[in-house]
């Protein structure tokens, strides 16, 4: 799948997201990436709803930003996701930050897993257990 064709959703700089410098919080980057994974989750059909009713939840186990360019108040961004399942309780989800003119602002690389909030232990397939769930897959992964 393209970049083109990858989960995005747009957001707007506010003032109140500005340092002492004049750009954008260095934490703020990593709020964005937050945003569009749950947005992400929600539309693939993996949000709070559906997991919670199954007493899990997707935790954060480590989260990597390399910024690129500053984002300034005003600016509109677009913001990109995309989970990446292998073997194992883990899975990654990237993100990246763009300015309107296609600029890269940010990448961000998460490790999550599925938390079973009852044990508060991982699941081992995290991965199976969203197809099993009806989670839409091709969006969740962009493949």
Same mark, same amino acid.
Request: charged share 35%.
């Given at each position: *799948?393209? #970049?083109?064709?990858?989960?995005?959703? &747009?957001?707007?700089?506010?003032?109140? =997201?500005? @340092?002492?410098?004049?750009?954008?919080?260095?934490a703020v980057y990593h709020s964005?990436?937050?945003?569009?994974?749950?947005?992400?989750?929600?539309?693939?059909?993996?949000?709070?709803?559906?997991?919670?009713?199954?007493?899990?939840?997707?935790? *954060?186990? #480590?989260?990597?930003?390399?910024f690129? &360019?500053?984002?300034?108040?005003?600016? =509109?961004? @677009?913001v990109t996701c995309r989970a990446k399942f292998g073997d194992g309780k883990t899975f990654r989800m990237d993100s990246g930050i763009y300015k309107a003119d296609g600029t890269l602002s940010a990448e961000i690389t998460c490790t999550l897993g599925l938390m079973d909030l009852d044990r508060r232990k991982l699941v081992t397939d995290p991965r199976g257990w969203f197809e099993r769930s009806g989670v839409d897959m091709k969006l969740l992964c962009g493949e």
């Open positions: *799948m393209t #970049e083109q064709e990858t989960f995005r959703i &747009r957001l707007k700089v506010r003032h109140y =997201e500005l @340092d002492s410098l004049g750009h954008v919080n260095h964005y990436g937050e945003v569009a994974r749950l947005e992400l989750f929600e539309q693939a059909g993996g949000g709070p709803g559906r997991t919670h009713d199954e007493r899990l939840a997707p935790v *954060m186990l #480590e989260s990597h930003i390399s690129r &360019r500053e984002l300034r108040s005003g600016e =509109e961004i @677009d």
